[in-house]
Structures are given as C-alpha cells and as structure tokens.
C-alpha cells in the first residue's frame, strides 16, 4: 500500500506526514521519541491518535516508547544507558566538569555555571519562564544558542518549551485536574526534587545561579531593537565578514529563510505579519540585489507566491512552526502589454511559467464588460447573484461582506462583521439572506432587508473556505481547514451532518441542483473530490485525477456532471453519477481558482491566476474564449442568465455579458 498523508495531534499542535494506515503505532512512537517527549505525555497522546488504543495497557504503551527511542539513539550512534526515559533518571555524563555556558537572548548575553549536557534543557527552561513567548521566539533562541539543533524541527522545539510550561503549571496548581496527563502505574516522582534538576542534573549552586540569571532575564527591560541596530548596523542580517547568522527577536515580526534557486545561499529577513505582497518582495529583491520569482513547496506541490493571498498562507504556516524555505528565482521580464514571468526549475523536471495572454474568441461568444464595481479595499474573493439577478453579494480581505445593486452599483456593508478575511459567501434563493464563511471559524448569516446579522453559526475548529444554500434555501454546507464538510439547517441554526473523509483541508464545497440537493460535493488540499449523500451522513465515491490542491468544485445545473479545478493548472470535468473523468481541459498556464457551468450547460467558465478567464463547451472540450480585464488573480465566477460576474485580487469586481452568436 502506498503512503499518504495522515495526521497526528500532539501537545494541540496538529503533526502531518506521509506514511501508511497500518504503520501508524511505530509512526507515532518515532515521531515522540524524536521529540524527545517524557513517558507522561507519551500514554494519552497514543490513547488520543490510536483507534484501538484499548488493546494497549499502560505499560505496553510506555515499552513502545521506550524501544522507539533505544532505536533511535543506536542509530544516532549514542548508547542508551546514557540516556534515561523517565523524568526521575537526568542524563548526565559524569565525565563532565561545570563550565561557563552563556545565552544570548534579546540581544543580550547572560552567563552561568553549569553541565554542557544540560544546556539545551535549561535553554528550555528559560524560555518556558517568559510570559509573552511565542513559537518564533523560541524557536530562534533554540537555533542561536544551541549549535547542534539539526535533529530539531520548529514544532519539536515549541513542544518541548509547551511541555515545561504545561509542568511548571502542574508543579505550581495552575493546571486544572481535567486538564493532567492521564497518570502512569508506575509514576513516582520526587517531592522534593526541583525542576530544573530534575531535567539537568545541576548541583543547588547551579540551580541558584540559573534561577538569579532567568529572575535576572525577567526583569531586564525590553532590548531597544532600533538603538540595538544603530550601534551595530551588521545586526540585522550579516556581519562584517558576510556570514549568515540569527537577529536578535522583534516582538512580533516572522522570520523567514530565503534559499536561492539551484544554490545553497541562505539569507534570513523579519516581516510583520500583516505586510503587503508588494512590500515584501521589495525586501526580497533589496536583499538579494535583483528582481526576482518567489515559490515555496508545500509537499509534493509547488506554489508560487505571487500575490497577497499566497503570502498571507505562507506566512501562516511559518507562524504554526512549519519550516518553509522561500525560493528566490531570478527573471521576470515585461515586453509590451503582455508580462512574461518564469519560475527557474527547482531541478531538472520543474519548471514554472505564467503568460497573460491577449484575448481569444472563435466567433462563438460575445463577452463584452459593461460594468466595473468599486468599494472593497482588499482582494475580493468571492461574489454570487441572487436568484433575480438584481443583486449580488461579495465578500473580501477586507473583512466585509457587501449587497450590491446590479444595475447601479450601489452597495451596502453587512453590519456586525467578521473578525478576519472573509472567504466565501452565497446568496439564499429567497433573496432574504445571505451566508458568509472566514477565517476567524465562523459562519454567518445576514438579512438582505436590514443589512445586519442574524446569526453565527459555530463549529469548525479552522477557517471555514467555502458556503452555499441548497436550492430550497433550508440548509447551508460548508468546508474547512479542520478536513470536515458540515451541513447546517438554518432556521435552527443547528448543524445536522458533518462529513469527514478528507486528509486535508476542504477549500470547496456545494450541494447538487435538483429537489433539495441530496448530495454535496467536495475538494480539497489531499488533492481529491469527493461526493456526499449528506442525509445519510455518507461518502458515495471519490474522484481520483488531480495531482494538486483542487480549489473548486461544482455540480453543473442538471447534476449530469462536476467540474474541478486545480493547483495543477487543469480543469476536470467528470460524470457524477460514475465518477468517471471523461475531459481535462488545460490551457491556462497558472492554478485555477474557480469554474461554473452556465446556465443551460452548454459552456464552462474559469478563472485563475493568470488573470484571465476563458470558456469552454462542455460537450467537446473545445476553447471558445479568452477574457483579460482583471489587473490581477481572478478568484472567482457566478452567471446568472446571460451575466457573469467576476471577482479579483485586483480589489474589483466586473460585470460582463455573454452572447452566443451561433
């Protein structure tokens, strides 16, 4: 059986990786013994991941753990009897004699006396002690003072600080009963044993001169970074001699690696989290002295970070603890009217290019822009007609969501917002409300007649991407980062189904046509679309092709077919009722973010990062049109009649219409 990608929980933090369903005991046991975690976290961590964790007493859980990590110590070449497994055996090497050890911490440097071996657990000593530590904070303290961190990834660092907080708690009484380990048959801990010798093995001398340098860290004011850099302008990235090393931590600011494409340079800049797209790549091209491509691999995928959208993602995963390296590619070059981007090949078989292309017509449509709508400040990311085809609804980055006028252009703002980007949102078939969905794990619903909410649905452990009424209007279905679908019933308010069989995050979902839309639809970032009968609480089948992020996913008026598009650059067109992927349809030369059917099924619309959208005939495949007008991503598509809305990153929505000439 080959791998795929599955999940563990530890300590809260969510751990993917590749591996197999029925390896998944010595999985997770190679994953704790890596993280170095103590026998105490070990029990209710596999009694949380394990289905049939029931077979496994205590002890056998704890012997599990306890040849995980002589494995790994042998393979690492280290004896085992030099490390002891449970919290009442330090390891230390009696060879060794206290020394001198220093941190260098908020641009400070601080001394003690102590045992080599202990220094990485006093490092996490200390940083457990800060009230305001973050994950990025720990993690550069890690790398800066401990020089032999290659063993360590970013989330196996923030969970070993996580784990002495957590024991700090326990040991003062912070830590509510509900709330501790699930007890070992043979756990016999010290009273009088402090924690920091319990962890290194320090004489009271040590200990009291360790605790004094962490009061002494404590109470020291904040560094003031600006004079910090005044007086050493070789801070904040390079020293004299042009060696890579760590700056000193900006409250706030994220760091991320910077590789050179097809080299092994390195440089390392601090962004803020909200930075602009535009502004961050002018960091990039000062650092690295020309213009440049950016891209980052997310798995098996590439993705190319071009836009504030991409950004905001990338920055996200960096501030979970996930180490992504940013590619820095030269070659971006302008020729006329038209732009010529290419990503250079991360090897020989990836490459990467993306051409906006002059406008196309075969004679069989006529697609006119008769009307562009201002009002968003931010990339709009969703818009959708109202039955009528008067009004529509849009949703932004902004963190809006507006009723338009179709014909004048006016607009009002919902009132009551969310508290985040928001993603996705539908208009009712009443026209009496709309629902909106965003990355605060929250769905909303507003009334069209007031302009104010009317209720928040909550539920989703993650953002919510996706929403949409099935025809009657009674039920709202949604998809998440959490790798649910849910259905609601909205006069209740109340959720009904929830749908799990995802690996990975829902990013598009949607109920079939007819009657009261018996199933939904579904893609997502495990690269699959899956249908649903949602009233049975059952998957019906999945459908196999992509090989990247499916983005969008709908069912075509007569729910004869599914249309489905990719990071993959292509689009899918498959029978519903067999799964059956009878065309693919790849002529834009960037991921496509959304398609639609119009409404006699005769053509398909798409829209993607290339800025442009294009038609095509369902019955043979054959490209009809391309449209440029959009001064940047297109995100999504609705038609209503012989109108077709778009919505863009370029902050703007535009209203064309369509005419069949033969």
Same mark, same amino acid.
Request: charged residues 25%.
């Given at each position: 059986?080959?791998?795929?990608?599955?999940?563990?929980? !530890?300590?809260?933090?969510?751990?993917?990786?590749?591996?197999?369903?029925?390896?998944?005991?010595?999985?997770?046991?190679?994953?704790?013994?890596?993280?170095?975690?103590?026998?105490?976290?070990?029990?209710?961590?596999?009694?949380?991941?394990?289905?049939?964790?029931?077979?496994?007493?205590?002890?056998?859980?704890?012997?599990?753990?306890?040849?995980?990590?002589?494995?790994?110590?042998?393979?690492? #070449?280290?004896?085992?009897?030099?490390?002891?497994?449970?919290?009442?055996?330090?390891?230390?090497?009696?060879?060794?004699?206290?020394?001198?050890?220093?941190?260098?911490?908020?641009?400070?440097?601080?001394?003690?006396?102590? &045992?080599?071996?202990?220094?990485?657990?006093?490092?996490?000593?200390?940083?457990?002690?800060?009230?305001?530590?973050?994950?990025?904070?720990?993690?550069?303290?890690?790398?800066?003072?401990?020089?032999?961190?290659?063993?360590?990834?970013?989330?196996?660092?923030?969970?070993?600080?996580?784990?002495?907080?957590?024991?700090?708690?326990?040991?003062?009484?912070?830590?509510?009963?509900?709330?501790?380990?699930?007890?070992?048959?043979?756990?016999?801990?010290?009273?009088?044993?402090?924690?920091?010798?319990?962890?290194?093995?320090?004489?009271?001398?040590?200990?009291?001169?360790?605790?004094?340098?962490?009061?002494?860290?404590?109470?020291?004011?904040?560094?003031?970074?600006?004079?910090?850099?005044?007086?050493?302008?070789?801070?904040?990235?390079?020293?004299?001699?042009?060696?890579?090393?760590?700056?000193?931590?900006?409250?706030?600011?994220?760091?991320?690696?910077?590789?050179?494409?097809?080299?092994?340079?390195?440089?390392?800049?601090?962004?803020?989290?909200?930075?602009?797209?535009?502004?961050?790549?002018?960091?990039?091209?000062?650092?690295?002295?020309?213009?440049?491509? &950016?891209?980052?691999?997310?798995?098996?995928?590439?993705?190319?970070?071009?836009?504030?959208?991409?950004?905001?993602?990338? &920055?996200?995963?960096?501030?979970?603890?996930?180490?992504?390296?940013?590619?820095?590619?030269?070659?971006?070059?302008?020729?006329?009217?038209?732009?010529?981007?290419?990503?250079?090949?991360?090897?020989?078989?990836?490459?990467?290019?993306?051409?906006?292309?002059?406008?196309?017509?075969?004679?069989?449509?006529?697609?006119?822009?008769?009307?562009?709508?201002? #009002?968003?400040?931010?990339?709009?990311?969703?818009?959708?007609?109202?039955?009528?085809?008067?009004?529509?609804?849009?949703?932004?980055?902004?963190?809006?969501?507006?009723?338009?006028?179709?014909?004048?252009?006016?607009?009002?703002?919902?009132?009551?917002?969310?508290?985040?980007?928001?993603?996705?949102?539908?208009?009712?078939?009443?026209?009496?409300?709309?629902?909106?969905?965003?990355?605060?794990?929250?769905?909303?619903?507003?009334?069209?007649?007031?302009?104010?909410?009317?209720?928040?649905?909550? #539920?989703?452990?993650?953002?919510?991407?996706?929403?949409?009424?099935?025809?009657?209007?009674?039920?709202?279905?949604?998809?998440?980062?959490?790798?649910?679908?849910?259905?609601?019933?909205?006069?209740?308010?109340?959720?009904?189904?929830? &749908?799990?069989?995802?690996?990975?995050?829902?990013?598009?979902?949607?109920?079939?046509?007819?009657?009261?839309?018996?199933?939904?639809?579904?893609?997502?970032?495990?690269?699959?679309?899956?249908?649903?009968?949602?009233?049975?609480?059952?998957?019906?089948?999945?459908?196999?092709?992509?090989?990247?992020?499916?983005?969008?996913?709908?069912?075509?008026?007569?729910?004869?077919?599914?249309?489905?598009?990719?990071?993959?650059?292509?689009?899918?067109?498959?029978?519903?009722?067999?799964?059956?992927?009878?065309?693919?349809?790849?002529?834009?030369?960037?991921?496509?973010?959304?398609?639609?059917?119009?409404?006699?099924?005769?053509? !398909?619309?798409?829209?993607?990062?290339?800025?442009?959208?294009?038609?095509?005939?369902?019955?043979? #495949?054959?490209?009809?049109?391309?449209?440029?007008?959009?001064?940047?991503?297109?995100?999504?598509?609705?038609?209503?009649?012989?109108?077709?809305?778009?919505?863009?990153?370029?902050?703007?929505?535009?209203?064309?219409?369509?005419?069949?000439?033969?």
């Amino acid at each position: 059986m080959s791998k795929e990608k599955l999940k563990f929980k !530890i300590s809260g933090k969510n751990v993917v990786y590749e591996g197999k369903p029925e390896t998944r005991v010595k999985d997770l046991m190679d994953i704790l013994a890596k993280m170095g975690v103590s026998e105490e976290i070990v029990i209710p961590t596999f009694r949380e991941n394990i289905k049939d964790e029931g077979k496994y007493t205590n002890e056998q859980i704890k012997d599990l753990f306890k040849n995980a990590v002589q494995l790994r110590l042998k393979k690492k #070449g280290k004896p085992a009897d030099k490390v002891g497994l449970s919290k009442s055996s330090p390891a230390t090497d009696e060879s060794e004699k206290p020394q001198k050890i220093t941190f260098n911490y908020k641009g400070k440097a601080f001394s003690y006396e102590g &045992l080599p071996s202990g220094k990485q657990n006093a490092l996490i000593q200390l940083l457990a002690k800060q009230e305001d530590i973050t994950p990025d904070a720990a993690v550069e303290a890690f790398r800066q003072n401990i020089k032999d961190d290659g063993d360590y990834t970013d989330e196996q660092i923030w969970g070993m600080v996580t784990e002495r907080i957590q024991s700090r708690q326990t040991q003062n009484g912070i830590v509510k009963e509900s709330e501790l380990p699930l007890p070992t048959s043979d756990e016999n801990v010290s009273s009088g044993y402090g924690a920091i010798d319990e962890l290194v093995g320090m004489s009271s001398k040590e200990k009291e001169d360790l605790n004094n340098f962490i009061k002494q860290v404590l109470q020291e004011p904040p560094s003031d970074v600006a004079a910090l850099i005044s007086n050493n302008p070789h801070l904040g990235g390079e020293n004299a001699d042009g060696d890579h090393h760590v700056t000193s931590r900006i409250a706030g600011k994220i760091p991320v690696y910077c590789q050179e494409n097809d080299t092994s340079t390195k440089k390392l800049v601090h962004i803020t989290p909200d930075i602009t797209f535009s502004e961050f790549n002018g960091i990039i091209e000062k650092k690295f002295g020309y213009k440049v491509s &950016l891209s980052f691999m997310e798995g098996e995928d590439m993705i190319i970070l071009d836009d504030d959208d991409v950004l905001s993602m990338f &920055l996200e995963m960096q501030a979970d603890g996930k180490k992504l390296n940013l590619i820095v590619s030269k070659y971006i070059q302008r020729v006329g009217s038209e732009i010529h981007c290419k990503q250079m090949p991360l090897s020989s078989t990836t490459t990467f290019s993306l051409n906006t292309e002059p406008e196309f017509s075969n004679g069989e449509l006529c697609i006119q822009n008769v009307s562009t709508f201002t #009002g968003h400040t931010l990339a709009v990311y969703c818009c959708s007609f109202s039955s009528d085809g008067e009004r529509f609804v849009t949703c932004s980055r902004d963190r809006s969501v507006r009723v338009w006028n179709t014909i004048d252009g006016k607009n009002a703002v919902m009132k009551g917002g969310h508290n985040g980007y928001v993603l996705s949102c539908n208009f009712s078939p009443k026209g009496n409300l709309v629902v909106s969905s965003a990355d605060d794990r929250t769905i909303k619903l507003w009334s069209t007649k007031t302009n104010s909410k009317t209720s928040t649905l909550k #539920g989703h452990e993650d953002k919510v991407y996706c929403v949409q009424f099935n025809p009657t209007g009674e039920y709202v279905v949604s998809g998440s980062c959490d790798n649910t679908v849910r259905v609601w019933r909205v006069d209740s308010c109340s959720k009904v189904a929830t &749908l799990k069989g995802h690996t990975l995050a829902v990013f598009s979902c949607g109920f079939s046509n007819t009657g009261t839309g018996k199933y939904v639809v579904s893609g997502s970032d495990d690269h699959l679309v899956k249908i649903w009968d949602w009233e049975e609480r059952k998957e019906v089948r999945t459908l196999v092709g992509h090989v990247g992020t499916v983005w969008s996913v709908k069912f075509s008026n007569n729910d004869a077919y599914i249309i489905s598009t990719s990071m993959d650059h292509e689009l899918k067109l498959w029978v519903a009722n067999t799964g059956a992927c009878i065309r693919t349809l790849a002529a834009h030369k960037a991921p496509i973010h959304h398609a639609i059917f119009s409404e006699d099924d005769k053509y !398909i619309f798409s829209c993607a990062r290339d800025c442009v959208i294009k038609a095509w005939r369902v019955d043979n #495949g054959e490209h009809v049109a391309t449209v440029t007008g959009h001064l940047n991503t297109v995100y999504h598509i609705d038609i209503k009649g012989n109108k077709m809305l778009t919505a863009s990153l370029d902050n703007t929505l535009k209203l064309w219409t369509i005419t069949e000439k033969r």
